[in-house]
T-cell receptor, first 113, second 113 residues
Framework: EAQVTQNPRYLITVTGKKLTVTCSQN?????MSWYRQDPGLGLRQIYY???????DKGDVPEGYKVSRKEKRNFPLILESPSPNQTSLYFC????????????FGDGTRLSIL | GQNIDQPTEMTATEGAIVQINCTYQTSGFNGLFWYQQHAGEAPTFLSY????GLEEKGRFSSFLSRSKGYSYLLLKELQMKDSASYLC??????????????FGTGTLLAVQP
């Protein structure tokens, strides 16, 4: 089954404790992206990757890091999480092409205390 | 700047027709997507428009007017399961991230019996 898989689905942690949210897709997609979704603000792009070893900042990259060592994986790293990073996070992937929709993972709800 | 506007909330009756509007101002235009998102779940792709006119897909149709920066999603024969948020997203032109999407804040549709 074609899918984007995120882990964990839920996490409660404390300020300053490094964490990684994994994202994996099995569709051989070139493009992958991370979003955060907050009430009243919609989906905002954090980082994206056009292909292996090619990553770039989105609209709200502060406090986050990513890597793309393999085509299928695109982990999101919070080196020193803070309470303002409490949010619902989505990973998405798509093949190249202007008419290609992005396929989303089920989301990760992070609470930073 | 980039801006996408949608109504925050709408209410409609089961069996009826509802139209959800979206207006946008972006740096160039490479298409407009509509996504459906049930509470706590991943957004799922509904439709894509790049040329002016109406695209019909079962009970759902989407319309685009590029000159007016305007789109709408039309849902016919509403069912209770259509209660969800509907996200309008625009693919801007230019830059290297041709797969980038800019999302509106979404319209929360409540279908009542």
């Amino acid at each position: 089954e074609a899918q984007v898989t995120q882990n964990p689905r839920y996490l409660i942690t404390v300020t300053g404790k490094k964490l990684t949210v994994t994202c994996s897709q099995n569709m051989n997609h070139e493009y992958m992206s991370w979003y955060r979704q907050d009430p009243g603000l919609g989906l905002r792009q954090i980082y994206y990757s056009m292909n292996v070893e090619v990553t770039d900042k989105g609209d709200v990259p502060e406090g986050y890091k990513v890597s793309r060592k393999e085509k299928r994986n695109f982990p999101l790293i919070l080196e020193s999480p803070s309470p303002n990073q409490t949010s619902l996070y989505f990973c998405a992937s798509s093949t190249q092409g202007l008419n290609q929709p992005q396929h989303f993972g089920d989301g990760t709800r992070l609470s930073i205390l | 700047g980039q801006n996408i506007d949608q109504p925050t909330e709408m209410t409609a009756t089961e069996g009826a027709i509802v139209q959800i509007n979206c207006t946008y101002q972006t740096s160039g235009f490479n298409g407009l997507f509509w996504y459906q998102q049930h509470a706590g779940e991943a957004p799922t792709f509904l439709s894509y428009n790049v040329l002016d006119g109406l695209e019909e897909k079962g009970r759902f149709s989407s319309f685009l007017s590029r000159s007016k920066g305007y789109s709408y999603l039309l849902l016919k024969e509403l069912q209770m399961k259509d209660s969800a948020s509907y996200l309008c997203a625009v693919r801007p032109a230019g830059g290297g991230a041709t797969n980038k999407l800019i999302f509106g804040t979404g319209t929360l549709l409540a279908v009542q019996p």
